[in-house]
C-alpha cells in the first residue's frame, strides 16, 4: 500500500503565501509523477500543478507565476510553494502520486486533501 499525507493548508489574506508538502510511502519502487489538484466548492477537481521523476514540470495557466512545485526525491515529498494567493485559489488541495511498487504493480492514490482559504 501507498499512503500520502499532506500537511500545510490554512487560512491567508489574498498576496499572502502558503506551502503545502505531501510525503509518499509505503510499498514504492518508483514514483513516476506527483501532482497537486484542487476542488472548490461546486467545481470539478482541476490539475494546480504537475511534477515528472525527470523534472519536467505542468502548471495551470490560472496558477502561473504566482505557484511553484517542486520535489525531493529522496524522502518521496512533493511540496507546492503558493505566492500572492487570490480568493480565488480557495480550495481542498489533493496531492497525487503515480508509480510502481517493488512487484511491478502500479499505483495511482491521492491524500486525503487540505483546506486552503484564501481572504479577500
Known amino acids: 500500500q501507498v499512503q500520502l499525507v499532506e500537511s500545510g493548508g490554512g487560512l491567508v489574506q489574498a498576496g499572502g503565501s502558503l506551502r503545502l508538502s505531501c510525503a509518499a510511502s509505503g510499498s514504492i519502487f518508483n514514483i513516476n509523477a506527483m501532482g497537486w489538484y484542487r476542488q472548490a466548492p461546486g467545481n470539478q477537481r482541476e490539475l494546480a500543478a504537475r511534477i515528472f521523476s525527470g523534472g519536467g514540470v505542468i502548471y495551470a495557466d490560472s496558477v502561473k507565476g504566482r505557484l511553484t512545485i517542486s520535489r525531493d526525491n529522496a524522502k518521496n515529498t512533493v511540496y507546492l510553494q503558493m505566492n500572492s494567493l487570490k480568493p480565488e485559489d480557495t480550495a481542498v488541495y489533493y496531492c497525487?502520486?503515480?508509480?510502481?511498487?517493488?512487484?511491478?504493480?502500479?499505483?495511482?492514490?491521492w491524500g486525503q486533501g487540505t483546506q486552503v482559504t484564501v481572504s479577500s
Open positions: 497525487n502520486a503515480v508509480g510502481q511498487t517493488p512487484w511491478k504493480s502500479n499505483f495511482d492514490r
